[in-house]
């Protein structure tokens, strides 16, 4: 390969601590990682009812019970679900990725509108438009939850694959800012093959929260970002700059069957030691399809 990707030992690479200052070990990490990797898949499935739901058997998630569930045409396409491993003391908000027409006509509308929280930042305004279909399903449901005293101390997850990772992206922001408990909640975001959501703005967003909840990740960071390989799609939409990603990249490449090496990137946001080194000419459609914990078919537009 031309481009220079991290490997052989982990010497180099920089780990970040759990909450009581151990560091992760990578075995950890990828445990971690499939297993939201897992979540974010059974988004592309019948997951409504999920004891029917083959890709929701799986022994690490087939215990989730599903509290909530959307599937919206209007204003756009948008499907989910919000559920909770009580094993792992867990809610999770995952979104679905890019398999409809519909979502590949967000996916192109590359005007950029204000975002509703704070006018001075922008986003996509169709990634905003498919999050807005969601919206009340995804905070409705986490109300319910914040208000139910047997889920007190429960880590909230916000998960997606490619467009359901910006609109996973759109709804932490969006509940994290306003999010009115009590008690300090552990919030977190984590994203799989995101395309870029909106400018440096909204990164910058991104990144505060990330720092203000930090203590809160199983791997020590409020927003992993992570990458596979050649991903083409985390190097999207590209407009002069004005789209810029934020949050902390998790660089990786192999498969859950030969094993994954992953880099967490020193930098936040664009590290230019990690994917941002790779050049259009080796970017991959391939490699936004498998993930830790994911393999999917090629998208039916």
Known sequence: ???AFIAGSYADVVFPSTHDGATLAPSVL?????????????????????????????????????????????????????????????????????????????DAQLVQVPWPADTQAHVHAGFLLAYQAARPHILGALRQIEDD???????????????????????????????????????????MGAPRVGDSAFAAILDGLATEHAAGGVQGFGVLRVVHANDIVVHLPRMLGRYVHGGREVWARGSDAAGWELRVCRRAGEDPGCSASVGPLWWSMGDHLEYPGMRLGIPKY
Do not use: K
């Open 1 to 3: 390969m031309l481009y």
């Open 30 to 106: 990828v445990d971690s990682l499939q297993h939201w990797g897992r979540q974010a898949a059974s988004t592309y499935e019948r997951f409504e009812d999920w004891d029917a739901c083959a890709a929701c058997q799986h022994p690490d998630i087939a215990d989730t019970q599903v509290n909530a569930t959307w599937s919206t045409m209007v204003p756009a396409f948008s499907r989910g679900y919000v559920g909770i491993q009580h094993a792992r003391r867990e809610v999770v908000v995952a979104v679905r990725g890019t398999t409809h027409v519909m979502d590949a006509l967000a």
């Open 149 to 191: 005293p047997e889920l007190a101390g429960y880590s909230v997850r916000f998960l997606g694959h490619s467009l359901g990772a910006a609109q996973a992206s759109l709804a932490f922001a969006d509940y994290v800012q306003h999010a009115n408990t009590t008690e300090r909640r552990r919030y977190q975001l984590v994203t």
